[in-house]
């Protein structure tokens, strides 16, 4: 067995070294010669064959031109701003009602409510303050007298205190010359007191009045700014209360457009740069971006953006659908017909290009932008040759024969 097996390792490594060092001589005594010419000479008409059967297809020679890529988004026109101007106090109703759709500068007239006691009380609270004001003199003039006591009360003491001290008065006197002495001090304390309870009644009196005035500056309701009446004014004779409702006023020069960009573009977006929208009616306004908020909604995971847009004939109304592109860096982009557009087998957005040996390729895009003339795309190349007819009818790696049109056609 083991004479077996040695004499099959020398054959097999004599048949190696024939296959590797001596293949040529190996082939030409088996006769395989002619077979590789045979089989170049195959190769060669099998090319031919399929240049001849290749599918032909149109391209066009796309160069990369730079545009404008602006930010699109969709979003709505909204007023600067929109108070609902509400009652503070309950009264009637004295003046005639605004209709809305009226003009209003800030400070006119919106409601004017009934007065009814409500000066009386002011008057009364007037009186009171000057009553608690003519208190003064005579709290002051008892301080005062108290400080003029308490100077009597000293010089009385030291005189006591000498007269006992030399023996020419009795200690009785000195011990009762104390006493005055400490009854001033506390009659000045009194005083005092007294001083500040007036200030402090007169303190009270001041906002009495002060309470009183604003209930009465409350009966006149004012535009709070420059704008238009969303809403008719309260009605002659009906009663307010805090809360009700008087007017709506909305500020429509300038007008904001809100929109909502998503966290993919939110990086492109500059506060201050220039945007233009074009709202449902066909009109063309222009802006600049004053608002990109920080914070993402909860439910879109997007961002509000708003554009600040000047509307002094307020042709732009409140709520208006508006298609709105905020200018952005500019980016290397290919304008192609939108039917070249095509999907691999993933699924994913491309065109299908001629590369080297006229053999196909797929290339994934990117749409930047929609136009009449054809779609922009990115993540080519800066020269590329896009199939725009037949690119349905082949697949990564087939041959084609490829006629080429003008990119302008």
């Known amino acids: 067995m083991r004479l077996i097996s040695f004499v099959n390792a020398v054959l097999v490594i004599v048949a ?26 195959e190769t060669a008409s099998v090319t031919e064959t399929l240049a001849e059967n290749a599918i032909g297809v149109v ?20 007023a600067n701003r929109q108070v609902e101007v509400l009652a503070e106090t309950v009264s009637t109703v004295l003046s005639e009602p605004k209709r809305k759709g009226a003009f209003v500068e800030a400070g006119d007239l919106l409601c004017e409510l009934d007065p009814g ?27 005062q007298e108290s400080h003029a006591r308490l100077a009597e009360a000293e010089i009385n003491l030291v005189a006591a205190r000498k007269l006992s001290e030399t023996g020419f008065g009795s200690e009785t006197r000195r011990i009762s010359s104390e006493a005055e002495m400490s009854s001033a001090k506390a009659g000045i304390k009194s005083a005092e007191a007294g001083l500040e ?28 700014f420059k704008g238009l009446l969303e809403s008719d004014t309260a009605e002659l004779g009906s009663l307010m209360q805090p809360g009700s409702l008087c007017a709506t006023v909305i500020q429509l020069d300038p007008i904001k457009l809100v929109g909502f960009v998503p ?19 066909g009109l063309q306004v222009e802006g600049r971006v004053t608002f990109l908020s920080r914070s993402a909604d909860e439910t879109t995971r997007t961002f509000e953006v708003e554009i600040t847009v000047p509307n002094p004939d307020l ?15 500019g980016v290397k982009a290919h304008l192609l017909p939108q039917s070249a557009l095509t999907l691999n087998n993933e699924g994913n957005l491309g065109v299908r290009t001629v590369g080297t040996g006229d053999v196909v390729n797929f290339m994934p895009v990117h749409l930047l932008r929609d136009t009449a003339e054809g779609v922009w795309v990115g993540g080519l190349p800066e020269t590329t040759d896009v199939i725009i007819v037949g690119q349905e009818f082949v697949t990564s790696g087939v041959t084609v024969a490829p006629t080429y049109r003008e990119a302008t056609q």
């Open 59 to 78: 391209a066009v020679r796309s160069q990369a031109r730079e545009i404008g890529s602006a930010v699109q988004l969709r979003g709505q026109t909204q």
């Open 16 to 41: 190696l070294y024939f296959l590797v060092f001596e293949r040529d001589a190996l082939f030409a005594f088996a006769g395989r010669g002619d077979d590789q010419e045979n089989t170049a000479a």
């Open 315 to 329: 042709q732009i109304r409140d709520g208006q659908t508006a298609n709105i592109q905020i200018a952005a860096e």
């Open 197 to 224: 309870a007036t200030q402090a009644g007169i303190e009270a009196a001041q906002a009495a009045v002060a309470a009183a005035q604003r209930e009465i500056d409350r009966l006149t309701i004012e535009a709070p």
């Open 263 to 281: 966290e993919t573009e939110v990086n492109r977006i500059i506060v201050g740069s220039m945007a233009s929208a074009q709202l449902v009616t």
């Open 117 to 143: 006691t409500r000066p009386a009380s002011l008057a009364e609270a007037k009186a009171a303050l000057l009553e608690a004001e003519s208190r003064v003199p005579e709290a002051e003039a008892r301080l």
